[in-house]
């Protein structure tokens, strides 16, 4: 089985505009008079590789940690396209694809309101990007409040140089916190090749 880590480094990766940027603090160090390293991170949940949960554009949706595992796991498709995809474009793709969806643009795949809108018609688990954000900039608000009003994960930040189009399975899991809504994540995508 092929692995590959579609995730970002943390410290290196794109950060949104008006975001802080992540900073590593050395709490304790071997050698300064203590037997271990020890560190804290403070961070934006939206640095990186990471899941927006509904409640980040709708203030009744589920928080990062009421949402289902399964969301996070299971067959994918990962489809190159560039630039903004609509709802035609979204009719389209959807027959030929799994319940989770990754766009692969090179930092600029991002969703219309009608795409958002044709996703979640169609019951998609999972949708992502290797951009900073499904949205485009000019219209961040609307399809991620429709993506967020049918309970579908957005996973953003995604690192995808080598990885061809076609169907994997994901592992995308984000951490447990009650509240948040939104959470850095550890992606994976497993590929068995044919003949193995």
């Not at 390293?37 to 403070?42: E, F, P, R, T, Y």
């Not at 766009?103 to 991002?110: D, E, N, Q, R």
Request: glycine residues 8%; hydrophobic residues 40%; charged residues 20%.
């Amino acid at each position: 089985m092929l692995l590959y880590d579609i995730s970002r480094e943390v410290f290196s990766a794109p950060v949104y505009d008006g975001d802080p940027k992540p900073k590593l603090t050395k709490l304790s160090s071997i050698g300064d008079d203590s037997m271990y390293n020890l560190s804290a991170v403070s961070m934006c949940n939206h640095t990186g590789t990471h899941i927006d949960a509904p409640l980040h554009f709708d203030e009744d949706g589920a928080d990062i940690a009421s949402m289902r595992l399964s969301q996070f796991c299971g067959k994918c498709t990962v489809v190159t396209i560039d630039g903004i995809l609509t709802g035609e474009d979204m009719e389209r793709l959807l027959p030929l694809c799994q319940k989770r969806l990754i766009l692969h643009g090179s930092g600029k795949a991002f969703l219309s309101v009608s795409a958002a809108r044709v996703i979640a018609d169609n019951k998609l688990l999972l949708v992502g990007t290797d951009a900073v954000s499904i949205a485009p900039p000019f219209d961040e608000a609307a399809p991620h409040r429709a993506l967020a009003a049918a309970g579908i994960a957005v996973l953003e930040g995604l690192y995808l140089e080598g990885v061809e189009d076609g169907d994997y399975k994901l592992a995308a899991f984000p951490l447990k916190m009650k509240g948040c809504e939104a959470s850095p994540c550890r992606a994976v995508l497993m590929h068995e090749p044919k003949g193995y």
